[in-house]
């Protein structure tokens, strides 16, 4: 018969699982007391404010002369003469080429020689009809008579009149027959070497060669359409400001031209190729420092969005979900937030949305904090969104704000 108590050996046993159990119970309760005591993580934090943001647009451009003039041939003949050295300096006006001056002079003796004739012929029948008349009137000579005093009159007019015309005709060819620059500027290679037959004209055989004008100088660039529609929403909204935009160019050596210039031509349509928008600036250009065809990078400035946001780089936390910043909310409790960014300023980013003013986020350890949980929270050290003269980033969409 067993007994109630049970053997030794049982309630050893038993003995030791119990004892387990209480050392085990009480393992939990130590950790958990230790993890209730753990404070909340210490974290930087600023408010996040608005002001008035400088922003400026850089894009690719390239140079022009105001003014690239073809000259052409207007008379036809032997080209005789270039009088210009290739990449000179021209003055308007200045002698460029000669075609066959001689001919043309010797044409416009002719005419003039035709004019003599034709003058002296209507001389003559003027002369005629001024006898004519009062004996017509006097009934001493007949209707014909008169009649054919006053034709020979009129035609003999005509005849001067026509020869006049040759004359000024002749005289033209004349002066085309020496080629002169329709601007000042420098004159490019010849197209046409002396000796050729020059053929008025024509599109290749009458073009001599090329006037450039380089002050000023343009430069040409182009804006992306959704750029363009997106600045063009802000000056609606009243969000994006200016006081003038001025124009800087840079060129491909990193030299900076030192006048500005000013925006003088923005197109209305978009190119259907591209999909941007065509603009140009103009450059005063004295001393011709600048030259045509030049790849530049074109930077516009004067302008300011209105009430912007920046936030520090170092408070941006990018996930799988995108640019996240941790907000700290009611109760100093962190939240995890997305947020649209713009272009960088500096060691800040321009923010389009997702955080409002007055808000505070976490610039400093921002991985400690757990999303609904409390922060303790203490001024951050970064330096307060600091901005730089210009706004930094390149590319032909940098600048931009929604």
Do not use: W
Not at 164 to 176: D, F, G, P
Not at 258 to 272: A, L, P, R, S
């Amino acid at each position: 018969m067993k007994s109630p108590v049970g053997t030794p050996l049982s309630l050893m046993v038993s003995v030791c699982t119990l004892f387990a159990l209480l050392l085990v119970g009480g393992c939990k309760s130590e950790e958990k007391g230790r993890t209730a005591s753990l404070p909340p993580p210490l974290v930087g934090v600023m408010t996040v404010e608005e002001r008035n943001v400088p922003v400026s647009f850089t894009y690719a451009g390239q140079t022009e002369g105001s003014r690239a003039v073809e000259v052409r041939a207007q008379v036809s003949g032997i080209l005789m003469r270039r009088a210009y050295d290739e990449g000179q300096y021209v003055k308007q006006g200045q002698l460029l080429f000669e075609i066959e001056p001689d001919t043309y002079r010797a044409a416009l003796r002719q005419a003039n020689g035709v004019m003599e004739q034709a003058q002296a012929k209507f001389t003559q029948a003027r002369q005629n009809l001024n006898r004519v008349l009062p004996l017509y009137k006097k009934n001493a000579v007949s209707q014909k008579d008169r009649d054919d005093a006053q034709a020979a009159y009129d035609s003999a007019k005509a005849d001067l009149d026509s020869a006049k015309a040759a004359v000024s005709e002749a005289e033209i060819k004349l002066s085309h027959a020496y080629v002169t620059a329709p601007v000042a500027g420098f004159a490019s290679r010849e197209y046409r070497t002396v000796g050729n037959l020059i053929t008025a004209g024509s599109q290749d055989g009458s073009l001599l060669t090329v006037v450039n004008q380089n002050d000023p100088i343009y430069a040409n660039f182009a804006i992306p359409s959704p750029q363009f529609m997106r600045l063009r929403a802000l000056q609606e909204q009243g969000r994006l400001k200016s006081d003038g935009t001025v124009a800087e160019i840079t060129l491909a050596d990193g030299t900076v031209y030192q006048t500005k210039g000013v925006i003088t031509f923005i197109d209305k349509q978009v190119n259907t190729n591209t999909s941007v928008v065509a603009a140009r600036a103009e450059f005063v250009n004295p001393d011709l420092f600048v030259l045509p065809g030049q790849f530049v990078r074109v930077t516009l400035s004067g302008m300011e969005l209105v009430n912007a946001i920046l936030i520090p780089q170092q408070a941006v936390i990018q996930t799988q979900k995108g640019s996240m910043v941790v907000v700290v909310g009611e109760g100093d409790k962190a939240e995890m937030r997305p947020v649209d960014l713009g272009d960088n300023y500096g060691d800040s980013f321009l923010l389009n949305k997702g955080v409002k003013a007055g808000e505070r986020i976490v610039v400093e350890g921002g991985n400690k904090a757990v999303p609904g949980q409390p922060v303790r929270i203490q001024q951050a050290s970064v330096q307060d969104a600091k901005l730089p003269d210009q706004p930094v980033g390149t590319g032909s969409d940098s600048g931009k704000a929604e």
